[in-house]
């Protein structure tokens, strides 16, 4: 189960975060989903984010796990989950358009030996000033004989609130000076 919760977190910090979603613009789940384009983040966007999560089991409502951690987005990076490589076959739809991010992800993984994981992402995430608000439904379905659980849903709640308006991770990074023979020698 951690093992999926990490891979979970994982595609939200790709934000995914963070992370993928799958609603249209005005956070209708049944509105028509822009189709995938690698989006980037604008300088609304850039910043050092502290997010606060809570996740439930779907049907119950009980509290799975709460978690906070730190992620930038710099303004100019790509918010392009297809190219996860965490995910064995992962296709997404969505991406950021003004203040609101939303995608849907479908991708497969092995994640015992005999057991696939199925998994549909739904997120939506809205910008307001220094704030950032959103919900991700994560649901998964197993295949194989080395499969123990047959279906799980996890619904994550995130706010996050700005803490930084120039962080260095979105420093360039700097190229180092280097003689033509230490180039040479690289290649060697």
Known sequence: MRNMRTKAVILVLSVWLLA????AASGDPGGAIRPFLPNQFDENWHGLWEFNIVVVDCDTQDPLWSDFYEQAFCEGEDYDLDTD???QDIDCQGGI????LD????????VLVNCTAYMTLIMHMELDGDTITGFQTVETEYSGSGCFIPYSCMEFTY????IDTDP??????????????D??????
């Open 20 to 23: 993928g979603t799958g609603l």
């Open 85 to 87: 490589p965490n995910w």
């Open 97 to 100: 358009v003004g203040n609101e």
């Open 103 to 110: 995608s849907v992800c479908t991708m497969t993984e092995d």
């Open 159 to 162: 706010t996050a609130t700005r």
């Open 168 to 181: 260095t991770e979105c420093d360039p990074q700097p190229n180092e000076a280097a003689s033509w023979s």
């Open 183 to 188: 180039v040479k020698g690289i290649y060697r």
